[in-house]
């Protein structure tokens, strides 16, 4: 395998400089604003010194325990300052009724005041599960939160106002933080799966982001209601022309657009047994189908068992799309198999190489490694 490896990038390099694509670095901002925790501003970004209000931390803890994005209508005022058609009454009703928030003398609220440092701390330890006695006064307070991990990468001072900065790390933290009595994160009580210790932006994206969408022909970022969106191709910021076979996830919060082009091979050889609804196939490997495109191209008839085809993986690995490959053609792209005595352009060997728009896509028995091309000076 290392020789074939070796021999395989020693060919790339013919084409000119190559580099590993590198994975873009999540962003929390992006994680919050993908769930609603957060909102960006007029330009795009975060003020970060922005303070946070009562009222806006309110709804971020109707959303932490798991109420969903929008509160029931409140048709009474639940605070004397807090009138019933303020657009925060329901989710200020709702988090007081729950204990993780409580009002001041004389029924008032304060929603438009600055939620303070130990306000937001306690109610991040209430949502994971905590008892009031049991984060009673300053220094249990905070040594609970050091332990639970809720002040890591901030320097929080005691009874301090929250700004949006810091309220976006702090509840990335308690997200990421498990619940008292259970192993279970906060993020998965809400339903996310983490692929490592801490919430990741792929985690959010899988709950938050529509997709996988498998093209049949180009697209734009209109079609999918976005507006010169950031776009993203296998994970890494680039300007990208869509095209038939390409991945898609997007999300209109955030004006975001991942496209993914990373292809396997092999020729079918077994089918699920409901030809009408295909779940999954064998090509060298087994592979799910992920979407409705790929399961109506089977019902077609259009992929059947003893054909050669190019399979478009999902961000998870998962088969989206596939075509006959021998009468696949792509604009300003090549294709070469390692087996130099193979001319018909069935990759039926171990080793492909497919290059197109700036990117080399190398597969070997099955698995697909991805080179962004760089002119050589």
Not at 109 to 126: G, H, N, V, Y
Not at 225 to 242: A, C, D, R
Not at 299 to 321: E, F, H, T
């Amino acid at each position: 395998m290392k020789k074939l490896i070796t021999a395989a990038l020693s060919m790339l390099l013919v084409l000119g400089n190559v580099q590993p694509v590198q994975a873009a670095a999540s962003s929390i901002y992006e994680i919050l604003v993908l769930m609603n925790l957060l909102t960006y501003d007029s330009d795009n970004t975060i003020s970060e010194t922005t303070p946070i209000s009562r009222a806006e931390f309110a709804k971020a803890l109707y959303l932490l325990a798991g109420y969903g994005t929008t509160a029931a209508n409140s048709y009474t005022s639940p605070f004397s300052d807090v009138s019933y058609s303020n657009q925060y009454a329901g989710y200020i009703k709702t988090v007081a009724s729950l204990g993780y928030m409580s009002g001041y003398a004389k029924g008032y609220f304060k929603p438009d005041q600055t939620i303070t440092t130990d306000e937001a701390i306690k109610s991040l330890l209430l949502i994971l599960g905590y008892s009031a006695n049991e984060i009673a006064g300053s220094d249990l307070l905070y040594q609970t939160a050091r332990i639970k991990g809720l002040l890591d990468n901030t320097a929080l001072n005691v009874n301090q106002p929250l700004t949006k900065g810091d309220y976006a790390q702090l509840i990335y933290n308690a997200l990421s933080a498990a619940l008292k009595n259970s192993n279970q994160t906060l993020a998965q009580s809400l339903g996310y799966t983490l692929r490592s210790d801490s919430l990741s932006l792929s985690d959010v994206i899988d709950v938050n982001a529509v997709g996988p969408i498998a093209l049949t022909g180009s697209a734009s970022a209109s079609d999918f209601g976005l507006t010169s969106p950031t776009t993203y191709l296998n994970g890494v910021e680039k300007s990208v022309s869509m095209r038939k076979g390409d991945v898609v996830y997007y999300s209109t919060e955030t004006n975001k657009l991942w496209v993914y082009r990373n292809y396997a091979y092999g020729t079918i050889t077994q089918i699920s047994a409901n030809l009408e609804d295909v779940t999954s196939f064998t090509a060298g490997s087994n592979y799910t189908c992920s979407t409705d495109v790929i399961k109506e191209l089977f019902a077609a008839n259009k992929l059947r068992v003893g054909y050669p085809v190019r399979i478009s993986l999902d961000r998870d690995g998962n088969a989206a799309y596939a075509s006959y490959y021998e009468q696949e053609s792509d604009t300003d792209s090549t294709s070469s198999n390692s087996n130099s005595g193979n001319n018909s352009g069935n990759p039926s060997s171990s080793t492909v190489v497919y290059v197109n728009d700036g990117y080399v896509y190398l597969t070997i028995d099955g698995k697909t490694y991805t080179f962004e091309l760089n002119s050589a000076s």
